[in-house]
T-cell receptor, first 118, second 113 residues
Framework: GAVVSQHPSRVICKSGTSVKIECRSLDFQATTMFWYRQFPKQSLMLMATSNEGSKATYEQGVEKDKFLINHASLTLSTLTVTSAHPEDSSFYIC??????????????FGEGSRLTVL | QKEVEQDPGPLSVPEGAIVSLNCTYSNSAFQYFMWYRQYSRKGPELLMYTYSSGNKEDGRFTAQVDKSSKYISLFIRDSQPSDSATYLCAMSASEAAGNKLTFGGGTRVLVKP
């Protein structure tokens, strides 16, 4: 299957700082990328959908000013957690879809990024 | 009521047993059905992909979809300790690349040696 790389895999930061997480599609062009948040022993919670070159669409309840998403190219999307607080500590996962490799709904996931805010 | 229901488990089976997982859903528009495996602190990995009703087999894995009952299943034969993970069902109504998936809550499976 297609490869999606996510970086960093782990990050620890102080409260009030901003953290950027990158999601790259390594062997295909991702027209759409999704960002999820996952709490321990819970399923994936979709945060936002980003399409290359346009503004992200955020799910209800997700603060767009806090979770900045940029999808500047067909292979890279970034999630920036601004002014992070301990309650933002979570596992963040991205996924990507490709028009070329796409089967309805099929997505390829990154390895996830564990954010710990002290 | 959630759009997709999945028993959280944990489901504990002895090595070599058949693991049986299932999800029910309420949205009749779903046509594409997937099963993902997620190891602890890792991203989900696609196991099976099925369109509409029917069965699909891939090695030790069999996926079944019954759209009339809004019920999907995943069976794992000859289970191994390495199959211990959380299994997520996911569904989509559209072929569009921008259409998001709807996930079940995940079932934690433990295969004991």
């Amino acid at each position: 299957g297609a490869v999606v790389s996510q970086h960093p895999s782990r990050v620890i930061c102080k409260s009030g700082t901003s953290v950027k997480i990158e999601c790259r599609s390594l062997d295909f062009q991702a027209t759409t990328m999704f960002w999820y948040r996952q709490f321990p022993k819970q399923s994936l919670m979709l945060m936002a959908t980003s399409n290359e070159g346009s503004k992200a669409t955020y799910e209800q309840g997700v603060e767009k000013d806090k979770f900045l998403i940029n999808h500047a190219s067909l292979t890279l999307s970034t999630l920036t957690v601004t002014s992070a607080h301990p309650e933002d500590s979570s596992f963040y996962i991205c996924s990507a879809g490709s028009l070329a490799a796409y089967r309805g709904g099929e997505l390829f996931f990154g390895e996830g990024s564990r954010l710990t805010v002290l | 009521q959630k759009e997709v229901e999945q028993d959280p488990g944990p489901l504990s089976v002895p090595e070599g047993a058949i693991v049986s997982l299932n999800c029910t859903y309420s949205n009749s528009a779903f046509q594409y059905f997937m099963w993902y495996r997620q190891y602890s602190r890792k991203g989900p990995e696609l196991l099976m992909y099925t369109y509409s009703s029917g069965n699909k087999e891939d090695g030790r894995f069999t996926a079944q979809v019954d759209k009339s009952s809004k019920y999907i299943s995943l069976f794992i034969r000859d289970s191994q300790p390495s199959d211990s993970a959380t299994y997520l069902c996911a569904m989509s109504a559209s072929e569009a690349a921008g259409n998001k998936l709807t996930f079940g809550g995940g079932t934690r499976v433990l295969v004991k040696p």
